[in-house]
């Protein structure tokens, strides 16, 4: 259930709402929309006096909501919400379309900050790279831990670029939260619900990755415990999932942009280089994404694509990010965006 609050409502009549909503057991949580106030309820309806609450002065309406995600709901706010980012705070999901790009995983100082400078030349606002990597096999690279966020934060310190990185565990937040600009939560650990709640409890964006079969509701569900848990600062981001095709590594599901900008305010991001596996199909992707309605990509560019530690096959150059960049700018400018 959520009561919308008349444009105009003061601090005091808000909340006079609250309290009316914490008699009935219920816990709120506040939007502060562009003009108005939403007081999202939480908790067992029943024995609700929905009649009541209208009554009480400048509430507008008190509407029951279907969603089972409550604050990420489009229901609940209808306004966009924008996210800013790095030093340059940059707005993930205002009119500006960003485009964060990075290897799969830091490797060494040195090729990081070479891929760095080349993605702001490129145009980009972030540099993405893994330091604690999720890999499939225990053999393979694990990333550099916190040498690799030292080396993210120099990175930002030279370029002015946004650092997002991965927290594979409860046990990194304190670390990436004090190197990083965004914290990326991995499509394996989307529904790690306890990792979720922490997350609730930082003060950093969050960039969530679908699993890699979720479903758009469990998607959405996820990004809900962080918002529920006190941190509203959630991009989504659709990396593609598990499907019978073998061409691609993952199904990147575009349609999924769409769908998302029509339920939820959250700003959404498309990842087409896990959404693909394959460095060649990386730009088309990037522009369809773009097309669709996307606020964000987040691209795997390496120096070296055949030497790199991890994803070199879906990994492109920075040569191939500067072209594409520039033709996603005119992309963004037909459908009334920029980039
Ligand atoms: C990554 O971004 O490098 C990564 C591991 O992504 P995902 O969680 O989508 O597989
Ligand atoms: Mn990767």
Known sequence: MIVVMKAGATKEQVQHVVELVRE?????????????????????KRGVDKGAIENAPMVEKVVPILAPYK??????????????????????GGKKIGVIAGPCSVENRDSLLKTAEAVKKAGCVGIRGGAYKPRTSPYSFQGMGEEGLKILAEARDATGLAVVTEVI???????????????????????HYPLLEALGRTR???????????????????????????????ILCERGIRTFEEYV??????????????????????????????????????????????????????????HAASDGAQSITPDVLAALVKRLQRIAQAIDRDL
């Not at 816990?27 to 908790?43: Q, W």
């Not at 280089?273 to 369809?288: D, E, I, K, N, R």
């Open 24 to 44: 009935y057991g219920l816990k709120e949580h506040l939007i502060h929309g562009t003009d108005r106030t939403v007081v999202a309820c939480i908790g067992d």
């Open 249 to 306: 590594r993952n199904t990147l599901c575009l349609s999924a942009v769409a769908e998302l900008n029509d339920k939820t305010h959250l700003p959404v991001v498309i990842d087409p280089s896990h959404g693909t596996g394959h460095a060649h199909l990386v730009p088309a992707m990037s522009q369809a994404a773009v097309a669709a309605g996307a606020d964000a990509l987040l691209i795997e560019c390496h120096l070296d694509p055949e």
């Open 71 to 92: 604050m990420a709901s489009l229901e609940v706010k209808k306004d966009k919400t924008e996210i800013a980012i790095g030093p340059d705070g940059f707005c993930i």
């Open 169 to 191: 565990g409860v046990e990194q937040i304190d670390a990436v939260e004090e190197y990083a600009d965004v914290l990326q939560i991995g499509a394996r650990n989307m529904q």
């Open 204 to 234: 950093k964006p969050v960039m969530l990755k679908r699993g890699l079969s979720a479903r758009l509701d469990e998607f959405l569900l996820a990004a809900e415990y962080i918002i529920n848990g006190g941190n509203s600062q959630v």
